[in-house]
């Protein structure tokens, strides 16, 4: 990294940790495990107020698709600046705006180029809460179905779709009436299957809710999935599971919503993760990496579900122009340099290389993922569940990412437990970096498994 020191940075001390840790709300999460005061980004490194620099695989949680300050983003930031483009326009036309339109609905799923965009306040919950609005208000139901270990978001409605009970355990009753279904998962499979009987099994339990008129659950006015779950901690749908979904949904009369917030705009190894296992969404809800770094959030939908009146679904920040410049050269840089074929074939290689690194160690218990979203599940070795299968280890996952940092590298945990972690790096990295990831995690594991 070649960025320099400005009088703006911190001290090289723990200052800034300390006031952080007195100011901010406990909410906090990252931050807590990860203890550092980040003063610059290049590529896919960040450095911190020590001069220490780290391979960033945390990456603003998958939304820094080119990393940090490419200069496709750099440029595009500049020259609204410097045009000086009105930067908050509610959603009133802007050269700005339509371009980013017209440059996202030249690479959408086919089945989409002809619907609808509704910006949205600029958060992924948003646009969720957007998309469920828009399921009720098109299908006169009120009603959703999503999945165990969905994670959509810390609003009432996108948190009611979500599937992890720490967040809502001191809430009672949330938006919208949501009933959770088993999403498949080949290690730690809910029906004790795995693999393809496994996804079978929850494609059954998926039409028997809908179809069985004493299931209890009421038909939905949508489906909420993501096609691969990511804060759940990394599970890719199977294309038999996608397609029993798409098949089930239109005979039920339910709206499908695929939430490729964190899959979308190639971390997958495809552009729409729904495309690579023939999901064919009638929603796809995007945010993150769609905004270049900057904040942006929208649903685009079939035309045919535009019922909505003026105002529906209304906000000041729809549409921020900084994030829909930052935004539309990254769908460009992405598509043009062939991004989401590289997220495929680089990822294959940091899953090699993470399980190389770590053969035979008990306490690896998964190594999975699709493209550049990738997880490795820790456990217990000596604890099982009904199944025989590891008890996930989130204590030990704490330990190696520690470690990781340590060792220069930033990487996020999640799933059951939070036992799960995960990699996230920019599109951009190269072989030498999930080189120097695999091997990091690989001396971070032993360390840690030593060590406890
Ligand atoms: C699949 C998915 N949906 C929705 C969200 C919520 O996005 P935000 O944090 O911007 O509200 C996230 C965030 O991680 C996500 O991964």
Sequence with gaps: MTTSATSAEPPADDLHLARQHRRESSARTYSRRLPVTLVAG???????????????????????????AHPAVVGALRAALDTAAPLTTLDLDTPLRDAFVQTLFEVLPPSLRGGRIQFCGPTGADAVEAAFKLARTAMGRSGAIAFGGAYHGMTQGALALSGAHGPKAALGALGGDVQHLPFPAAYRCPFGAGGERGAELCGRALRWALTDTHSGILPPAAIFVEPVQGEGGVHPAPASFAR???????????????????????????????????????????????????????????????????????????????????????????????????????????????????????????????????????????????DGVPLPD?????????????????????????????????????????????????KAVWSAWRAR
């Excluded at 290049?42 to 001069?51: C, F, L, P």
């Excluded at 799933?415 to 790096?425: I, K, Q, T």
């Design 394 to 442: 989130g204590a030990l996952a704490t330990a190696v990412q520690r470690a990781m940092l340590e060792l220069g590298v930033i990487v996020e945990i999640g799933g059951r437990d939070g036992a799960v972690v995960r990699f996230l790096p920019p599109l951009i990295v190269q072989a030498e970096h999930v080189d120097q990831v695999a091997n990091a995690f690989g």
């Design 244 to 386: 029993t979904l798409r098949g089930a949904a239109s005979e039920a009369g339910a709206v499908l919503v695929a939430d490729e917030v964190q899959t979308g705009l190639g971390r997958t190894g495809a552009l729409w993760a729904s495309d690579e296992v023939g999901l064919d969404p009638d929603v796809l809800v995007l945010s993150k990496a769609i905004g270049g770094g900057q904040p942006l959030a929208m649903i685009v939908y079939r035309d045919e579900l535009d019922a909505w009146e003026p105002g529906a679904h209304a906000g000041t920040f729809r549409g921020n122009q900084l994030g829909l410049a930052a935004g539309a050269a990254t769908i460009r840089h992405v598509v043009d340099h062939g991004l989401a074929e590289h997220a495929a074939a680089i990822g294959e290689r940091l899953l090699d290389g993470l399980r190389e690194r770590t053969t035979g160690l008990p306490v690896v218990g998964d190594v999975r993922g699709r493209g550049l979203m990738v997880g490795v599940e820790l456990v217990d070795p000596e604890r099982t569940d009904a």
């Design 42 to 68: 290049e590529g896919v490194h960040v450095r911190d107020s020590t001069g220490r620099t780290y391979v960033d695989c945390l990456a603003g949680a998958g939304a820094l698709a080119l990393g940090h």
